[in-house]
Antibody, heavy 117, light 105 residues
Framework: QVQLKESGPGLVQPSETLSLTCTVSGFSLTSYSVSWVRQPSGKGPEWMGRMWYDGDTAYNSALKSRLSISRDTSKNQVFLKMNSLQTDDTGTYYC???????????WGQGASVTVSS | IQLTQSPSLLSASVGDRVTLSCKGS??????LAWYQQKLGEAPKLLIY???SLQTGIPSRFSGSGSGTDYTLTISSLQPEDVATYFCYQYNNGLTFGSGTKLEIK
């Protein structure tokens, strides 16, 4: 059974860096791609970036300058780092699988992140 | 590609046939999916490639469309269908719509 679980700090100071970890089970990171998607409260989701099964990455052009996605296949983990956080980065951050066809299929439970001093 | 969903809020009665709309700013070439998000939960995939039903999703959900215009239809609304529905395109970049909130009248 495919499972994804996000972990990280719930509160980040403005201008600081957000670090989140996605721990997966039920599939191999070398066979399936993982994406990060975020959602401000009451708004639609926003795709942030993805780690391809071959280790390559792709980013939303609006976030590319601040965002980095990496992985540790031995630990079944994918990492998100985003710097220069502002209050409008507040929201729920999801780790998801990305089907070969391009659609998001499985979602983690989400990690709530608040940017505030 | 930007996605515009309408209406933003829809109120209907149990048993009603419900239609939700998603319009792209460019041709989506049928690379469109629909998600259901209940309050406090992560979104759940309902339909991909315009009209393919995800495993385990009730057959009252169906999708259609082409070009820039797509539709999610619930043939007979059930109380458990109360949720916000998002469309998502993967033809050119990956973008989500802003959602349609569906409530029971």
């Amino acid at each position: 059974q495919v499972q994804l679980k996000e972990s990280g700090p719930g509160l980040v100071q403005p201008s600081e860096t957000l670090s989140l970890t996605c721990t997966v089970s039920g599939f191999s990171l070398t066979s399936y791609s993982v994406s990060w998607v975020r959602q401000p409260s009451g708004k639609g989701p926003e795709w942030m970036g993805r780690m391809w099964y071959d280790g390559d990455t792709a980013y939303n052009s609006a976030l590319k300058s601040r965002l980095s996605i990496s992985r540790d296949t031995s630990k079944n983990q994918v990492f998100l780092k985003m710097n220069s956080l502002q209050t409008d980065d507040t929201g729920t951050y999801y780790c998801t699988t990305l089907n070969y066809g391009g659609w998001v299929d499985a979602w983690g439970q989400g990690a709530s992140v608040t940017v505030s001093s | 590609i930007q996605l515009t969903q309408s209406p933003s809020l829809l109120s209907a009665s149990v048993g009603d046939r419900v239609t939700l709309s998603c319009k792209g700013s460019q041709n989506i070439n049928n690379y469109l999916a629909w998600y259901q998000q209940k309050l406090g939960e992560a979104p759940k995939l309902l339909i991909y490639n315009t009209n393919s039903l995800q495993t385990g999703i009730p057959s009252r959900f169906s999708g259609s469309g082409s070009g820039t215009d797509y539709t999610l239809t619930i043939s007979s609304l059930q109380p458990e269908d109360v949720a916000t529905y998002f469309c998502y395109q993967y033809n050119n970049g990956l973008t989500f719509g802003s959602g349609t909130k569906l409530e029971i009248k």
